[in-house]
Nanobody, 129 residues
Framework: QVQLAESGGGLVQAGGSLRLSCAAS????????MGWFRQAPGKEREFLAA????????LYADSVKGRFTISRDNAKNTAYLQMDSLKPADTAVYYC??????????????????????WGKGTLVTVSS
């Protein structure tokens, strides 16, 4: 079983950048597609990006396309979310998730019957204006 731990959150000014990391324990990291989500205060959890097991294909929500980049290093059991041109509206708790199926990650916030197998506990990102 894989466990996930996010890091890299913090306070940044608008226009700045942050890179979040999602470290996975266990030896089966490469068996999972990885995704990033966020939840702002008073709002529902939002899908941001997902990447296939081998890392060769990524999907993004329109809200972050062109500003955020998802990647992974299977040798380091780590997934990343590079966030550029940050806005105050990006302020949220950011979560990574893992599931054997990419589709599960992509529809996790729209299909109430679908839930990724593993979630991290989240890391807070605050973007000041």
């Amino acid at each position: 079983q894989v466990q996930l731990a996010e890091s890299g959150g913090g306070l940044v000014q608008a226009g700045g950048s942050l890179r979040l990391s999602c470290a996975a324990s266990g030896r089966t990291f490469s068996n999972y597609a990885m995704g990033w989500f966020r939840q702002a205060p008073g709002k529902e959890r939002e899908f941001l990006a997902a990447i296939i097991r081998g890392g060769g294909s990524q999907l993004y929500a329109d809200s972050v396309k062109g500003r955020f980049t998802i990647s992974r290093d299977n040798a380091k059991n780590t997934a990343y979310l590079q966030m550029d041109s940050l806005k105050p509206a990006d302020t949220a708790v950011y979560y990574c998730a893992a599931d054997p199926k990419l589709h599960t990650l992509v529809v996790a916030t729209t299909d109430k019957d679908t839930d990724p197998e593993i979630w991290g506990k989240g890391t807070l990102v605050t973007v000041s204006s």
